[in-house]
């Protein structure tokens, strides 16, 4: 039979042989827990910019520069007679005449085209036909609960009698409503059907209260400026998005 002795002391082997195994183990758990210090280097490794980010980043610095140089203005030219706002790529010009509310409304994506008017059959590049743009807009007449809806377009053939007076942008529908908004239930009537003479007395009164050939030619001025700031502030948002 084993002496307790003896037992005791096997007991003391075993406990050290334990400790040790122990003691080396939380040694390799230190190991690993220094290795995963290192977990932010690879991170950086993998948020390095490609060839293409940095080809990107340098076309869009010399691209801004270009476009920055070649801005006419920096701030849009004022349209007369009616206070601006803008949101982004919505403009919105209002103006009182008499008791009624006048409100326009255009949007400059997709807007610009070259000034064709030149039909030269080929230029030299320094002759290129300058960029314009030239939108869609809505005129809204309010008056007595009651909305007259007019909607223009420039670069359509014009309607009516028009031998005497070019104008710059035609009507291309109309309707009233009397709701918040114009609805696919309100009728509207197509300017390409409308009688000749309407369409020429709707022309008139949108001049009379200011929508003119000289309103439209500053329209296209403002719209031409303020495009080209919107796309200067894309392309610098893009090159934000590239760098980040």
């Known amino acids: 039979m084993l002496s307790r002795s003896f037992l005791a002391v096997g007991r003391r082997v075993l406990m050290q042989s334990t400790r040790t195994l122990a003691s080396t183990n939380c040694g390799r758990l230190t190991v690993r827990g220094s290795r995963s210090l290192g977990r932010p280097e690879y991170a950086r490794l993998f948020s390095t910019k490609t060839k293409g980010d940095e080809e990107l980043s340098n076309f869009l610095s010399e691209e801004i520069q270009a476009e920055k140089k070649s801005r006419k203005q920096s701030i849009p030219p004022k349209i007369d007679g009616f206070e601006i706002k803008t949101e982004n790529a919505n403009v919105t010009l209002t103006r009182k005449f008499n008791d009624e509310t006048i409100t326009i409304d255009f949007n400059v994506n997709h807007t610009v085209e070259t000034d064709d008017t030149d039909d030269t059959p080929e230029k030299e590049p320094s002759e290129a036909s300058p960029m314009m743009s030239k939108p869609n807009f809505d005129v809204l007449i309010e008056k007595g609960g009651q909305k007259l809806m007019l909607s223009c377009t420039f670069g359509v053939e ?81 090159k934000g998005f590239v760098l980040h």
């Open 158 to 238: 014009p309607q009516g009698d028009q031998d005497d007076y070019d104008d710059l942008f035609q009507i291309v529908e109309f309707s009233m409503y009397t709701g918040e908004e114009l609805d696919d239930s309100d009728y509207s009537v197509s300017g390409d059907i409308m009688d000749a003479q309407l369409y020429d007395l709707l022309m008139n009164l949108l001049e009379e209260r200011g929508v003119t050939n000289e309103f439209a030619e500053q329209l296209i001025d403002f719209s031409t400026s303020y495009e080209h700031g919107q796309y200067i502030g894309l392309l610098e948002k893009l």
